[in-house]
């Protein structure tokens, strides 16, 4: 698919380095979604849902590419050999200095230990699983398979509790002029009319 080999290959280059906090990982699906709803044409008012969007493209989410490229990235470090400045900076630790007070800023070792927490990676034992590059990315690609799917089934719990919270609506009643439609609100009609009703040249 082109959106993967240029536009998400291109978006997510070198994320195996990355140090990303929620915001971050957001303002990416936010734009994932906005491009594949842009290619698949599917419009606001439809109500589709993100996990919809994403099993219509059969892409998958951004932050479980996330996920998967780093644990990746990681296990090929791991298995180089000790003088690669690589491994020597995943290791490494500085000799002198004092990290500043308050919240400190997220590393590299902390971003590795939460996703391999998230892929159900033990991570005492993943040095050991990524010396074998077979095992290791068996390993990645099934708990970043399982996280896909366990967030997939949170996304969709989330919106069921959220229509069940919801106060069931009253039926349209602005009906659109050129077509059966019936519409809740103005501002839907107007959307409506300008992109499947456009007045002609």
């Known amino acids: 698919m082109v959106f993967q080999a240029i536009v998400l290959s291109t978006l997510l280059y070198a994320c195996e380095t990355w140090t990303l906090y929620r915001s971050n990982i957001q303002s990416l699906e936010q734009f994932q979604q906005y491009k594949l709803r842009q290619i698949l044409k599917i419009?606001?008012?439809s109500h589709t849902t993100n996990v919809a969007v994403l099993n219509q493209a059969s892409v998958t989410s951004v932050e479980a590419t996330i996920i998967h490229h780093p644990l990746r990235w990681a296990g090929h470090v791991q298995r180089m050999e000790l003088f690669r400045l690589p491994k020597i900076m995943l290791y490494g630790e500085?000799?002198?200095?004092?990290?500043?007070?308050?919240?400190p800023k997220l590393r590299y070792k902390d971003q590795l230990k939460r996703t391999l927490a998230l892929t159900n990676i033990d991570p005492s034992l993943w040095e050991q699983t990524a010396r074998d590059r077979a095992t290791w990315r068996r390993a990645v690609h099934q708990g970043t398979t399982a996280f896909e799917e366990k967030r997939k089934?949170?996304?969709?719990a989330k919106r069921r509790r959220r229509e069940r919270q919801e106060q069931p609506r009253?039926?349209?009643?602005?009906?659109?002029e050129l077509c059966p439609?019936?519409?809740?609100?103005?501002?839907?009609?107007?959307?409506?009319?300008?992109?499947?009703?456009?007045?002609?040249r």
């Open 43 to 45: 419009q606001w008012e």
């Open 94 to 103: 500085l000799a002198n200095g004092t990290r500043p007070r308050g919240a």
């Open 153 to 156: 089934e949170n996304e969709e």
């Open 170 to 176: 009253p039926p349209p009643t602005l009906p659109c």
């Open 181 to 200: 439609r019936l519409f809740h609100y103005r501002l839907g009609l107007s959307s409506h009319i300008r992109h499947k009703h456009p007045p002609r």
